[in-house]
């Protein structure tokens, strides 16, 4: 087991008396996409700022290569710099244009020069197509554009994964497929990634694995193929047929 | 009539006085505006260091008695009036301390006195302007790793001070007007000049409609400054396309995949987009 990426081992949140995650336990293994679905309110969000340590886990544990980032005297700012965070609201720097957006961090946290980080910064923003905008500020682009900014901020620090946290759920529907087309191409080219969402069609398309959560707790994690099909417990089913009805 | 010709013989005869007046006042107001607005700065910051529960007690502790100082400091110096506060400073310390502290420049206490009591305003308008920043962007700049002071330097900061820029202009203004006070501890700006002009003769009223259209002249062009400032620090309102070649371009354009192919978005099999 120990080829995992990052390992989730037993971990709990609270925030105050409310119970918010309960003994989370899942494998993220390299090359594969692992997708999170749940009601909203379940504990996704919760449990992918725990992994990157916007939140601290109240107990269990979090292995970044085996290694406890918690307890293990893992500086939290290196260890965010190689994985990566894509949120739904994209939180894109607005002082910056798109470029510097994607340079700002490769510079003050990589130490890269100002010509490497662009160099860079310019790859991964025409993976995404957004070359063309490297000189809007992030309030002149639409929600499309600047999520697919963000998905190059984050690419551009060279991370070993990448979270998402529902990344198309702010967004248009006109505008959903666009960040998703990204998204495919990644999951394609074997990059890591993590990623919250309700589209189940890219769920079941792209996964290797999909872990459904309920209440802060795991029901079932397994296959898509087998999760979408047949699942186990009646909670993945029922989440899954309301689902299909809307 | 008497009321111009007044004006006029003041000005052909002290127009250097009241010149003069006028750049001690300038001077004060720039130099005062800018140490306060650091003043400002240094508390605001301080008092938005982020401090949780999970922290070590001892950095809770002084975390804590920095914003009472910070609280104090504040409220004592907007909450008294800054004629005695300049009459304190500069007669009342030498006074105390036996002659230990004393100005030798009365320029050093003016500028100090005005700018502490700019940094008490600028110092809530910061934190303001800094908790006013969309909490988003510190998460971005905490997800790529950048530390505390980098996510302020290079994302909370420059758009918090864009943000207090009308406060910065409002503390300009003000101080080019409340330094007349100055004059209480023979501090030479402009408003003390008509004092000692109309004190040799008695020309009171023409010398003060001076002071107030150049006090007018001075901050409606200050103003006019300021805005002129906000606007660069706007930016452009449109931005160029930056045209590489056909192929990045159609990048950015995209269409969904073909109904029934496995990477159909709108599939309603899966609650896609159509089935809502
Ligand atoms: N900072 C917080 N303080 C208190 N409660 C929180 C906090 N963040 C999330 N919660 C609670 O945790 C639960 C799970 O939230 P969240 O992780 O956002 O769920 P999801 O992303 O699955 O919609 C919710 O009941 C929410 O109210
Ligand atoms: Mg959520």
């Known amino acids: 087991m120990s080829d995992a990426i990052l390992e989730v081992r037993h971990l709990s949140k609270s925030f105050g008396s409310n119970e918010v995650l309960r003994d989370i336990d899942f494998d993220v293994r390299p090359g594969d996409v692992t997708s999170i679905i749940g009601a909203s309110g379940s504990g996704k969000s919760t449990l992918l700022r725990c992994i990157n340590l916007l939140e601290t886990p109240t107990s269990g544990d979090v292995l970044f290569h085996g290694e406890s980032v918690i307890t293990g005297g893992v500086n939290p700012n290196k260890y965010r710099a190689k994985v ?48 063309p905008y490297i000189k809007a500020k992030p309030r002149q682009i639409s929600g499309g554009m600047k999520q697919r900014v963000a998905i190059a901020r984050a690419l551009a620090m060279d991370p070993e994964i990448l979270l998402f946290d529902e990344p198309t759920s702010a967004l248009d529907p006109e505008m959903v497929g666009e960040v998703l087309a990204v998204m495919r191409s990644l999951a394609a080219d074997g990059m890591t990634m993590l990623v919250v969402t309700h589209e189940m069609a890219f769920a079941r398309d792209v996964s290797a694995n999909v872990v459904f959560m309920k209440d802060g707790v795991i029901w079932e994690q397994g296959s898509p193929d087998r999760l979408f099909r047949e699942p186990e417990t009646q909670e993945a089913r029922d989440f899954l047929a309301r689902f299909m009805e809307r | 009539m008497d009321f111009f010709s007044d004006i006029g013989a003041l000005l052909a005869q002290y127009w250097e006085t009241y010149l003069r007046g006028m750049g001690n006042t300038l001077l004060l107001a720039v130099v005062a505006t800018l140490i306060g607005c650091v003043i400002g700065l240094v508390c605001g910051i301080l008092n938005t260091i982020p401090c949780s529960k999970n922290d070590p007690p001892v950095k809770r502790f002084f975390l804590g008695l920095i914003r009472a100082i910070i609280r104090i400091y504040v409220e004592v110096f907007r909450g008294t009036p800054m004629v005695l506060q300049a009459v304190f400073i500069y007669y009342g310390l030498p006074y105390i301390t036996n002659n230990a502290f004393r100005f030798e420049s009365v320029w050093a206490a003016a500028i100090l006195v005005v700018s502490i009591n700019t940094g008490a305003y600028m110092a809530e308008s910061v934190r303001g302007g800094i908790i006013s ?78 002071e107030m259209v150049g006090y007018l002249a001075v901050t409606l062009t200050a103003s006019a400054l300021l805005r002129w400032v906000e606007k660069r620090m706007d930016g452009k309102s449109s931005y160029e396309l930056v045209q590489t070649d056909n192929l990045t371009m159609a990048a950015g354009t995209y269409s969904h995949p073909d109904r029934g192919t496995p990477f159909d978005e709108r599939s309603t099999e899966f609650g896609g987009k159509e089935g809502k």
């Open chain 1, 84 to 131: 990566g965070m894509v949120f739904q609201s994209f939180n894109l720097f607005d002082n910056m244009d798109v470029l510097k957006n994607c340079m700002v961090g490769q510079m003050k946290v990589l130490k890269r020069s100002a010509a490497e980080a662009e160099a860079n910064a310019m790859k991964y923003l025409e993976r995404v197509g957004m070359a």
């Open chain 2, 133 to 210: 920043i969309d909490p988003g962007q510190t998460e971005g700049a905490k997800s790529i790793g950048m530390n505390h002071f980098q996510t302020m330097t290079s994302v909370i900061l420059p758009q918090a001070i864009r943000n207090i820029m009308p406060q910065i202009g409002n503390n300009f203004i003000i101080n080019i007007k409340d330094t007349s006070v100055m004059f209480i501890i023979t501090f030479t700006e402009f408003f003390a000049v008509h004092r000692n002009i109309v004190a040799l003769n008695y020309k009171y009223f023409p010398s003060a409609t001076i």
